[in-house]
């Protein structure tokens, strides 16, 4: 029997959908503090670790990634909530990082924490989901729980199973399909990492070399460190550590507006940016214009 394709499971067409989703929230007029833009995305890695090892990220390679299994810990949340407070944070959180998320053993009770402050989102590979658990992840008022599906279209099936058993509404499930191989980039916006791998068909960034991450999103490491972006795996440079300081201080500090500016103007002569091929140009643009007016460019 001829084996039968879904109709919009391309990964084109996943990607457009996921870029599409984000826009609301990463590409609206962005809020202020003290005159300074703030960031409208806020990524946690809630686990230095991962049960899987896929060939097109950094954990592959145990010398690059290896699995630490550190978690962030709920003092480290508290931390951030009040410092959230403090500049009336009105942006969203997505739980994904360098880790699986659902292998932090307090992922509710943080996923609750953060979403008295915005939209919580979570990225999972779904390989500890039961339907109790995506019932438990809707009860800790989670925003949205996007499962990428990486065996193949026979997943798709079995996780709306889960979703009808869970009780949960089925628009709080994204099924983002990631199965391809590397000609297809596997279903993803492939970049090398920061210069970390070496696979799949990836472009080069923007041609003007510009990057808007570090205007609108920050990655928060489990034990508080700071970086530019998710695609630093390396995590070569932290901006500065949230147990140590406020993060407005940290956000708005002359490490990370040094980058900023840079990265504005299209330079990416500083590592980890230097080996980027990241086009960082897709979502931002009010930040960037928000920081461009700041730096008086």
């Excluded at 508290?78 to 292998?103: M, Q, R, V, W």
């Amino acid at each position: 029997m001829e084996k039968k394709i879904l109709r919009n499971w391309s990964s084109i067409d996943t990607r457009l959908d996921n870029i599409e989703r984000k826009v609301r929230i990463l590409d609206r007029e962005p809020q202020f503090f003290n005159n300074v833009p703030l960031p409208s995305w806020i990524e946690l890695s809630i686990v230095d670790a991962c049960n899987r090892a896929c060939s097109f990220c950094p954990r592959k390679d145990e010398s690059i990634a290896p699995n630490t299994y550190h978690q962030m810990s709920m003092s480290l949340i508290e931390k951030l909530c009040a410092d959230f407070k403090k500049i009336n944070f009105e942006g969203a959180f997505c739980l994904s990082g360098y880790g699986e998320p659902t292998l932090n053993k307090n992922i509710y009770e943080i996923t609750y924490k953060l979403s008295i402050l915005g939209a919580v989102e979570l990225i999972t590979n779904g390989d500890t989901l039961k339907p109790s658990d995506i019932k438990k992840h809707y009860d800790s008022n989670l925003s949205k729980l996007i499962i990428s599906l990486y065996d193949g279209e026979h997943q798709i099936e079995k996780f709306k199973q889960m979703t009808k058993e869970s009780g949960v509404p089925d628009d709080f499930v994204i099924l983002r399909n990631t199965w391809y191989d590397d000609k297809e980039n596997f279903g993803l916006l492939l970049t090398n990492r920061a210069g970390t791998i070496d696979v799949g068909k990836q472009t080069k960034y923007h041609e003007d070399g510009s990057c808007y991450y570090p205007s609108y999103t920050s990655v928060i490491e489990w034990n508080g460190d700071i970086f530019l972006c998710c695609h630093d795996w390396q995590r070569r440079i932290a901006m500065g550590n949230v147990m140590q300081k406020d993060f407005f201080e940290i956000w708005n500090s002359g490490i990370y507006n040094k980058y900023r500016k840079s990265l504005l103007c299209g330079d990416r002569d500083k590592k980890p940016c230097l080996d980027c091929n990241a086009n960082g140009k897709v979502h931002g643009f009010k930040h960037a214009d928000a920081w461009k007016k700041t730096f008086k460019m």
